[in-house]
């Protein structure tokens, strides 16, 4: 086969630029340590590169989210945390009240400590974020969620709205607590009514006053208050609001269940003729509430007017507060679940990065060991090509002329 | 006798001296381009009679032939053709891959860090400067979008550019080989024999020029003129005359700039894409690919516009106002009215828009409506598949593709055709119109609680929101729902007033209900799942839905986050970033095969480069050898006078 001289230079030249363009990206690889620098390099793989690189920038993200919620749920944890404290305290003070040997002094001083109390717990329901922001507010956080009336009673003027972020592709987390919800909405230790009453000869309360049957229950023909009357000790009449008899007995025995309208009231003590106490509906007792009851009946000093009642208000209020501690105890588990739910789902990100690295890693990286080799060879391959080059070009019959 | 061993002598100098140049001429041109090597033919004289027998009268030479085999030079031509089409592409493609990997990489980032901030307003919705960081960001993207369109802008000018100097250098090359026809056909006129080599080279390399810029095909007549002719049989050199190569504007579109041939008394369009060679190929990067990518890049310019901006609208910002919309609205009347183009060829005037309903059915592709007459067609450009939009004059026309095609002014003549292309500067005119942070709808306009008593398992959520502020005005809402008897679910809505509807029927597994209900304008679309039964005609199951709004209300920007993760695009199965990736692979593979594709286009013209050199290219060697070789010729035929020189002498001495 003919071989011109054109075509030896032209295919000699060709080959050199192959190899010296071969050569050239070797280094580009190797430059920057990546082995898919473009889609080019690795069309097939490349829509598989971008999902991974997609799946670590959604990670940090939800990592950041994530500081952010367990950030507020800790402060909430360590609020609740100072509540129960200060409910103890007041509990202990409650206790200590009831003591029939204190002098009016004393109780004038542990009324005064119950008021601290009163004060160290709306602090801590008024709390603030590192941005000035109230965190019991709901969603009005710009607005003191309880304030102090001059009767001792304190309004709750947030709202019960939620925030949450978004922790996961499928999992948000709570980042607050609303003010009603944690302070506002503790369950009345009676159940679905309250008790006030008129004349307590005898010493009865209401143990126990539901809605047993939400169906059979008619506020609309029947509604409260409802009044009990026992004109004997067996003889009991209960009315509405209306004056209407909704139940009426004359064989009552203590202990008995007095149910009507699907209502259930359960009262514990003798009754005595003239006793008479009217039902009104409250699901609800805040804490703030609470402790205004405690500051009150401690207020009442050492010689009520009316001793036998003080001493069934007493017990219902202690059982009120048992009732708030349990609730600020709940109210911190469930803090501590969001925490708990945050560092599951910090864990389960960081197992998830390493999967998607250590993928992104096999696709794009380079293997230096295999790069480092074909470098060699092109370089090897590219100078043997211009030493050849060289070499031939010499061989020229017109240098033996 | 001796008279003709004189001449047989000169003759063979003279050949020899032939040998010598030509030998010489092909030493010298060793390194011309398309140079043909040249052999002078000798052939012995013819014998004259002396007596009984035939006497040799030396050499002549016959001819000067160039050593050129016409079917590895059309092999070569033809590989040239698709190794110029090959190179343009690759080129561009590669071009196109580098600019799509780093800038679509940067509005990647640009969208992660949008979100990002996004995520930061969510945990601390009345930060007014997280919020003004998202408007920064936002700005970003705004700006990555773009910049990338004006990369685009570039490349197409750029591509324009070259097709008008490969234009310009086809209409010189023409104009040449023309000439060289008219000299070869005078110089056959005056019946020389030989050929004249050097300009038939000539021509050669012209044509081979020629052939890296488009597809040629060669007719040669009996004078020796050929005809030239380009693509798929266009005709660029007849004989003598030579046409020429123009550009001009596209219509509709000016930046598509179109091929005419013109000739001395008119001119032709010439199709583009036909052409093959570097022109087939920028043509086909030209229309093809960068369109398509163009198109891509708009579509996702505009489902990123389009998705954050209805989130706006579902929420309040923080003077309770509705969400504005954060991008530019993608129906603005710049934007529809450039999505029609209309041809100056259309004889009405019919003025139309187009007006996108639902960004994630659009496709990519571009469409054709022509008016035959009573009807708009609708024809899409790749699939080639028609539909009839319906008869003129009713204003707004739906089409299946998430756009409607509406009649702004005007009436359209028979046979007028406009060019649709919906994703038309989506992504050239994306600018951020918020400027105040504080006009982030970050709070949810309103909320349902469930009732602590509700006792079974059903659930009512806002699935729409059609007018937050309105909604809220409507607040507070009760939804009372019951089964009584078992089966039958019925649901009461008690409005703001306090009154009650009548029981609406339920039917499980899911309902959605408009509210306010009839005869008030709807804001918004609650969904009521499950089997929310209650417990008795006094207990039903109760929801509340009552006014959210608040600083602290972070729900819209939390679902505006969400949106991060949602497939939008391509019927809601593509995230931003999957449409951006894909895009980018899509290139990429383009890029990778038409790498190989020139790989290969190489290889093969360097084999047809090497069979052609191998017939008539030059080698040095064997010209030294022949140098030699005719070098001993012309001094044996010197010898050759000077033994018939001593002839003569002894003669003329032995008659002395």
Redesign the interface.
Known sequence: ???????FY??NS?QLSNKQSDVNDQIKYLASGKRV????????S??TL??Y??GL??I??YQ??LT??GN?NSLQEVSFASAEDVMQQLKQLFIQANNGTLSSDSIRSLADLAENNQAQMLDIANAQDE?G?YIF??????VQPFSLQPDNSVVYQG???I????IA?NV?VD??QAGDDAFEEVPNNTGDFSANYTTNTSGISVNRAIIA??????NVTNPPDYNFNFTSATDLTVTDSGGTVVFNTNTYTPGQTVAFNGVEVQISGNPLPGDDFDLTPQEDIGIFDTIKNVIDWMNIGVSPTDPIQHGVDYEVILGQLDEALNHITSRRAESGIRLKLIENQVSNHLDAELYLSSGRSNIEDLDFAKAVATFEQSQVSLQAAQQSFVQIKNL???NY? | MTVSLYQTGVSGLLAAQQQLATTGHNISNVNTEGYTRQRAEQNASPGLSSGSNYLGSGTYVQDITRLYDQFSYKEQLLNQSNLGEANTLNGSLNQLNDIMSFSGQAIMNSVSQFYQAVNGVADNPSDLGLRSIVLNQAEGLASDFVALNQNFDEIEKSINGEIEQVARKISEISIELAKINKTILQAKDLTQAGQPNDLLDKRDQLVTELGQYTKVNTIEDGNGVMTVMIGQGTTLVAGITPLTVSVEGGDPDPLQTQLRLVGPNSTVAINGTTLGGSLGGAFEFRDEHLTELRSEINRLAMAISATLNNSQADGLDLNGQQGTNIFTDINTTQLQQGRVLTPSSNGGNLQAQVNITDVSLLPTDEFTVRYDGTDYIMTNMTTNTSTNLGASGSGTYATPFGFEFIETSGAPNNDDSFVVRPTENSAALMDVTLIDGAAIAASSAVEITSSDNNISAGQIAIVDMFDPVNAQAAMPMRIDVLEDPVGTFNYTITDNLGATSAPIAYTPPSQKIDLPPLPATASFQIEISGTPSGSAPNAPEQFFIGDAFGLGNNGNIVAMAKTQEQGINNGGKETFSQSLAISTSVVGSKSSSAKFVAETAEALFTQAFNRNQEASGVNLDEEAANLLKFQQAYQAASQIISVANILFDTILSAVR
């Open positions: 086969m003919r071989v011109s001289t054109q075509q032209f295919q060709q620098l473009t889609a080019k390099d690795d069309a097939v490349y829509g971008a999902g690189k997609d920038a959604n940090e993200k950041r989210n952010q919620a507020r941005s922001h507010s709901g969603y009005q956080i710009d709202d019960g709205g925030r949450e972020l978004q592709k948000m980042i607050n049957s939400p169906g059979a229950y008619d020229s019959l017109f002329l």
